[in-house]
Each structure stands twice: as structure tokens, then as C-alpha cells.
């Protein structure tokens, strides 16, 4: 049975840094896509960035610059690396893997969500 799992998270003070890992577990082919999302205290999910298998990636503005993802297939991990944290930055972050699997006769892209992990920036 294929799971992810996030960790990493935890308390930071601003301008600190943190790096996120989304591990994905069980048999399958191959993973995708790994994205970011985050939710923070009274706020919507929202988008933090991606990155696909063959390399391309987005992020959203509030993550350029600060933040990359990268990704170690050969560990089923992509990682988050966030840099010079703002408070803003408060918030649940969430792994959605994107991953391909055969099963009963046939391919499947499927998606794959961890329980996210938190992230605090303050003083």
C-alpha cells in the first residue's frame, strides 16, 4: 500500500531555515510530481510549489526566491527547503505525491496525500 508521509517541521525564528521531507513508501513505478501545499491559521490551502519528474517546477510568488524543491528518487523523498522565514510562513504544509503504479492489469497515476507538518515561525 503506497503512503506519504511529511516531516520535518517544527518551531523556527524569522530568517531561520527548515527543510521539509515527503517520503513516499510501498511498491510502485515511479513518482511523478511532488507539490507543496500549506495551510495557514484561517487561511485557505494554497499553493506553495511543485516539482515533476523531469525537472520542471513552479512556485508561488510568496515562495520564490526563499523556497526550493528538490527531490531524491532513489529515497522516494522530495524535500522542501525553505530559507528566511517570515511569520507569514506559520502554517500546516502538506505533501501531495503524484504516482504511477501497476496494478490489477493496469497504469495508474494516482494522488497521494501525507497528514502535513508544522511549521511555526516566531520569536
Known amino acids: 500500500q503506497v503512503q506519504v508521509m511529511e516531516s520535518g517541521g517544527g518551531l523556527v525564528q524569522p530568517g531561520g531555515s527548515l527543510t521539509l521531507a515527503c517520503k513516499a513508501s510501498?511498491?510502485?513505478?515511479?513518482?511523478?510530481?511532488f507539490t507543496w501545499y500549506r495551510q495557514g491559521p484561517g487561511n485557505e490551502r494554497e499553493l506553495v510549489g511543485y516539482?515533476?519528474?523531469?525537472?520542471?517546477?513552479k512556485y508561488a510568488d510568496s515562495a520564490k526566491g526563499r523556497f526550493s524543491i528538490s527531490r531524491d528518487d532513489a529515497k522516494k523523498t522530495g524535500y522542501l527547503v525553505m530559507n528566511n522565514l517570515r511569520a507569514e510562513d506559520t502554517a500546516i504544509y502538506l505533501c501531495?505525491?503524484?504516482?504511477?503504479?501497476?496494478?490489477?492489469?493496469?497504469?495508474?497515476?494516482?494522488?497521494?496525500w501525507g497528514q502535513g507538518t508544522e511549521v511555526i515561525v516566531d520569536t
Open positions: 516539482l515533476t519528474i523531469d525537472g520542471g517546477s
Open positions: 510501498g511498491s510502485f513505478f515511479s513518482i511523478n510530481r
Open positions: 501531495n505525491a503524484i504516482i504511477t503504479q501497476f496494478r490489477d492489469g493496469l497504469w495508474s497515476a494516482d494522488d497521494y
